[in-house]
């Protein structure tokens, strides 16, 4: 197939996103606009220069930067234009159904109240339900970095707003550094959400171990997992997540950028498919590792030589993993 008439394709399949870390669609150019309407100094002196620092050796390398980045949203209009030019890329992605993650600690400890926060993201993406005809919800994400206590109190800060964006906050998830803050961090928290009628995502196995993988689902009930690479280390948690048909939100050039692979032609995403997990591709944080959600079923597609069915099922299973 020609790469033209691939590309062509692939923006046909009616796809959901369903990993995607708003404050991750911030482009560096953007990130200078906001930078200057906000008159916010930034370390670095145009914007070429701050993308050359996009050279990233594992997760944490990249989290340093993507939250300093995230420091330049400071007004309902920041959150707003962010989440808006994301919405007019996935349209043009041929994208009908998004679940946005966002990370309400990165801004209230910034100072910025979490009303300010909820209202430019849901002014956007209710814009996009109108005029582009995309469907959307929020996962509010919680940092695993930070405490559970730290959780429990941006949940009890957000809940009053829980009715006015009933629409649209649907789920919580769980983010950031993976390694040394596992699941059981979080029971508690989770078990709460649970009771007050969320849905649950958690990040597992991108860069922890598959027995992550395992404790978010047992420990967290979550109802997907983001990444969920290296379940494949475990056989037997491989024939749950086949059996129960737990749904794998993968990031292949997410995983290329951060080294959990070093070619994409290694990476596991067709053999997992080929087993029937019900896998998704997805773009995490597109502005930081390469591309939008296009470009990782195109680089996909190349690099392991999907066929035509496997492209059609991985747009499948994202519509059937939809919350
Ligand atoms: N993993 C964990 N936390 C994140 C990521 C990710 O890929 N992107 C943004 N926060
Ligand atoms: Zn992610």
């Known amino acids: 197939m020609e790469l033209q008439e691939l590309r062509s394709f692939i923006r046909g399949l009616p796809k959901a996103e369903l990993h995607l870390h708003i404050e991750g669609t911030l482009e560096a150019d953007m990130i200078f606009a906001l930078a200057e309407r906000n008159k916010v100094r930034l370390p670095y002196a145009d914007i070429e220069s701050l993308k050359r620092a996009y050279q990233f050796t594992n997760l944490q390398s990249f989290l340093d930067l993507y939250y300093a980045g995230a420091a330049v949203l400071q007004t309902e209009q920041d959150f707003h234009d962010m989440t808006w030019a994301y919405l007019q890329r996935a349209a043009a992605d041929g994208v009908v159904h998004t679940e946005i993650m966002f990370d309400p600690q990165t801004h209230t400890s910034r100072g910025v109240v979490i009303e300010t926060v909820f209202a430019g993201l849901a002014s956007a993406l209710r814009q996009g339900q109108q005029e582009l005809g995309i469907s959307s919800s929020l996962i509010f994400s919680f940092l695993r970095h930070l405490s559970e206590a730290e959780a429990f109190a941006t949940l009890e800060q957000a809940l009053p707003l829980r009715e006015q ?32 009628g969320f849905r649950r ?5 991108e860069e922890g171990p598959a027995s992550y993988v395992r404790d978010a689902l047992d420990l967290l009930q ?21 059996q129960e048909q737990v749904p794998l939100t993968v990031c292949p050039l997410s995983n290329l950028k951060l080294c959990v692979v070093t070619d994409l032609k290694q990476h596991n995403l067709k053999r997992m498919l080929e087993q029937g997990l019900c896998v998704t591709v997805n773009s995490d944080d597109p502005a930081y590792f390469g591309g939008y959600i ?26 059937n993993a939809r919350f």
Request: a negative charge.
């Open 165 to 196: 964006y009933a629409d649209l906050w649907l789920s919580v998830g769980l983010d950031s550094s993976e390694k040394g803050n596992p699941p059981e961090k979080f029971q508690k928290v989770f078990a709460r959400c649970k009771e007050l």
């Open 222 to 242: 979550a109802e997907r997992i983001d990444h969920g690479v290296r379940s494949e280390e475990d056989p037997a948690l491989m024939q749950h997540l086949r």
């Open 201 to 205: 995502v958690a990040h597992a196995g």
């Open 294 to 319: 296009l470009d990782n079923y195109m680089a996909v597609a190349q690099a392991l030589d999907l066929s035509r069915e496997q492209l059609v099922q991985l747009a499948q299973n994202s519509m």
